[in-house]
């Protein structure tokens, strides 16, 4: 569960990053157009990188109850990169990113607890938390060994 959390979060912090969207928006029940279509990037991204996964399971990584979102979402994305300039310009920087591997963001782990907070689902949420606890204790195992090279 705990890889699981990490790679949604990941995800959730590439799309913010592209989208300008910050993550407890694209996890919380606001539903303009520009949030939805980042939602569909985290779906759309996740279902790249992880191809096993249900469709409840990616739409339980936005906090949607239905698996019928993660459908539309993974149907939707490529056309609207097909019509919209700016959508596929997110499209095409979230692959630079994914296969550039960037890392998370600093303040990653503040972020990700505020969205638990909030989060519409008890999934979604304790998903959070294992990511939060999960990079805590990685930032810790760094901290550790830079401390004794």
Known sequence: MQDKAIAIMTVLDRVAAVSGIPVKMLIGRKRTQRVVHARW????????????????DLANAIGAKQHGTAHHALRSVPDLAEADGHFR??????????????ALSPDLVAEILAAADIAARPTTRVWLLAAADSLQQAAGRIRTELATA
Do not use: F, Q, S, Y
Not at 44 to 56: A, I
Not at 89 to 102: H, I, Q
């Open 89 to 102: 310009a997110m499209v095409r920087d979230l692959e630079t990113r994914v296969t550039n591997g960037l």
């Open 41 to 56: 990037l985290v779906i759309w991204v996740l279902h790249r990188e992880n191809p096993t996964w249900t469709l409840e």
